[in-house]
């Protein structure tokens, strides 16, 4: 299999626009305290300023087939703060790296067709990540950061936004990456402080009711979280203590909104339970 056929059936695309590059490690805020987990290292044009600029750098890469070159670019750069790893993102261990690094910043370019899941992998690990700068197609991008009322904000937009302050940092062309993508892309700048941005009695809660919520788009509130399996008067009474119009559809509700209500709705018997499938599911179909 050749290089090329290799980047595309790995969904490889590497930026080759040198002011984007510097904005990217610009946006992460590195210093010599700090350590970086890069995804989709390639062949280190992203690495080489990264590593310039932190303490550490964990490239992860899965095409074993670019590590030598990679290795190469890094040597003649004179790089000792570099460590490679042959990984595919889905499967590197962010508990493993923070116990042997401590807290790390993640920065690169995700693999279009399993973001969604790296992203909530990530937000998982988010205790030991202050800071993500990451590519995403722009569909994606828009999603995660929409704001409530339109179509493209759903569960990705609250899960995340819940959690992390997220930042546009630019929208980039398909004409800057080789190969071209069929597919424009965005960069988001993720913060994720100690405190969340908004609160919730429980996370998993939190995400169940998101679920349910956003499930049946179509439906009305009330609805929708049927789906939770609560008794219909307890329902109707989370609702109404939360001070939301049960007629309303998910869209409509702020992040704030879906907090207060997972609160009221935990008051009057809603457990953490079982979850509503995947969100990745949930993102590629019903929405």
Sequence with gaps: MSPASRRHHLGQHFLRHPGAIARIVAAAELSAADTVVEVGAGTGILTV?????????????????????????????????????????????????????????????????????????????????????????REVADRISAPPGGKDYGIISVLIQQTALVERVMDLAEKHFQPPPKVKSAVLKLLFPLLPPVPVVGEAMFARVVKAAFG????????????????????????????????????????????????????????????????????????
Excluded: W
Excluded at 111 to 133: C, D, E, G, I, W
């Design 49 to 137: 300023p990264l590593a310039r600029a932190a303490g550490r750098v964990l490239a992860v890469e899965v095409d074993r087939h670019l590590i030598p070159r990679l290795t190469e670019r890094l040597a003649a750069e004179g790089l000792a703060n570099v460590e490679v790893v042959e990984r595919d993102i889905l499967r590197f261990d962010f508990e493993e790296a923070a116990h042997a690094h401590g807290r790390f910043k993640v920065v690169g370019n995700l693999p279009y067709s399993v973001s969604t899941q790296v992203m909530f992998r990530l937000l998982a690990a988010k205790a030991h990540v202050p800071l993500a700068v990451l590519m995403f197609q």
């Design 216 to 287: 049946q788009r179509r439906k009305t509130l009330h609805n929708a979280l049927r789906a939770l399996g609560m008794p219909e008067g307890a329902l109707a009474a989370g609702l109404e203590a939360a001070g939301i119009d049960p007629g309303l559809r998910a869209e409509r509700l702020s992040v704030a909104d879906f907090a207060g209500l997972t609160a009221e709705l935990a008051a009057r018997g809603l457990g953490a339970g079982q979850e509503l499938g995947t969100e990745s599911g949930t993102e590629s179909g019903t929405e």
